[in-house]
T-cell receptor
Framework: DVKVTQSSRYLVKRTGEKVFLECVQD?????MFWYRQDPGLGLRLIYF???????EKGDIPEGYSVSREKKERFSLILESASTNQTSMYLC???????????FGPGTRLTVT | GQSLEQPSEVTAVEGAIVQINCTYQ??????LSWYQQHDGGAPTFLSY????GLEETGRFSSFLSRSDSYGYLLLQELQMKDSASYFC????????????FGPGTRLSVLP
């Protein structure tokens, strides 16, 4: 079974703090994604990576950065957290040979 | 760009059949996926259609009409555990390996 884990299920941070969300997968998938999920808006792509040290912007990259130093690990960084970044953050993986994305359990981030 | 539309909510009773529609607009359609997400859980993959027609997997079926830019998820013999949100997602060849997700449909199954 593919396993995608995220570093925290719940996180509370203050405005202006630097926040790190980490995602780890154990299936050697090339592609990794960070989404945020908000009610009525579905899942929106923040950043994705198709290989180590490679990253591409998604639909809503502003205020975020990412890092992929190892194939199994993809980190999302909020350089200076703001209240409008309060959301559910979901990590996902995908092998290039397939169409099935595997999602982590999500991190519910609250910025106060 | 891409856009997808789904009904926001659907309600049905146990044992019934329900259809969740998804219409999309995209310049380089490649395939349509469906995901299920229970409250507090992660989205899980249900189906993928790249060609027109119906794909059946147990109680769930997914249909695609590329000419109409339309698909649906059909859930039969509804069970209480089917209460969840359902998302369609389009794979666009102009968008690399990425999927664009619809806003989701909340299905409530009543006893």
């Amino acid at each position: 079974d593919v396993k995608v884990t995220q570093s925290s299920r719940y996180l509370v941070k203050r405005t202006g703090e630097k926040v790190f969300l980490e995602c780890v997968q154990d299936m050697d998938h090339e592609n990794m994604f960070w989404y945020r999920q908000d009610p009525g808006l579905g899942l929106r792509l923040i950043y994705f990576s198709y290989d180590v040290k490679m990253k591409e912007k998604g639909d809503i990259p502003e205020g975020y950065s990412v890092s992929r130093e190892k194939k199994e690990r993809f980190s999302l960084i909020l350089e200076s957290a703001s209240t409008n970044q309060t959301s559910m953050y979901l990590c996902a993986t995908l092998t290039s040979l397939s169409y099935e994305q595997y999602f982590g359990p999500g991190t519910r981030l609250t910025v106060t | 760009g891409q856009s997808l539309e789904q009904p926001s909510e659907v309600t049905a009773v146990e044992g019934a059949i329900v259809q969740i529609n998804c219409t999309y607009q995209t310049s380089g359609f490649y395939g349509l996926s469906w995901y299920q997400q229970h409250d507090g859980g992660a989205p899980t993959f249900l189906s993928y259609n790249a060609l027109d027609g119906l794909e059946e997997t147990g109680r769930f079926s997914s249909f695609l009409s590329r000419s109409d830019s339309y698909g649906y998820l059909l859930l039969q013999e509804l069970q209480m555990k089917d209460s969840a949100s359902y998302f369609c997602a389009v794979r666009d060849r102009n968008y690399g390996q990425n999927f664009v997700f619809g806003p989701g449909t909340r299905l409530s199954v009543l006893p």
